[in-house]
């Protein structure tokens, strides 16, 4: 089964960077999508970036769009996220998940799940 482990997740002021790291393990295609996803206390998970590493096309929500940057790193089987002009709104637990295709939006849910890296942005 594939395994995912996230970090990087830390406390952090308003204003500053972090960069998380999925690293990803087990048997896995080229044709797939990683995704990073973030649910806060009391709401709903949603999606905040994707990649699809067979031609490395990227999506982002558009709350991250100009701050938030995915990418991949294949000699480390690892997706970043870099995150910059953190504010509290990020305050949430991120999680990657990986989906056997190589679309970031499946009709389906995706499956495989890490189990998640805090991110605190308080002053």
């Known amino acids: 089964q594939v395994q995912l482990v996230e970090s990087g997740g830390g406390l952090v002021q308003p204003g500053e960077s972090l960069r998380l790291s999925c690293t990803v393990s087990?048997?896995?295609?080229?044709?797939?999508?990683i995704a990073w996803f973030r649910q806060a206390p009391g709401k709903e998970r949603e999606g905040v970036s994707c990649i699809t590493p067979n031609d490395g096309s990227t999506s982002y929500a558009d709350y991250v769009k100009g701050r938030f940057t995915i990418s991949r790193d294949s000699a480390k089987n690892t997706v970043k996220l870099q995150m910059k002009k953190l504010k509290p709104e990020d305050n949430a637990v991120y999680y990657c998940?990986?989906?056997?295709?190589?679309?970031?939006?499946?009709?389906?849910?995706?499956?495989?799940w890490g189990r998640g890296t805090q991110v605190s942005v308080s002053s």
């Open positions: 998940a990986f989906s056997p295709s190589a679309n970031c939006f499946p009709p389906r849910p995706f499956e495989h």
């Open positions: 087990g048997f896995t295609s080229y044709y797939s999508a």
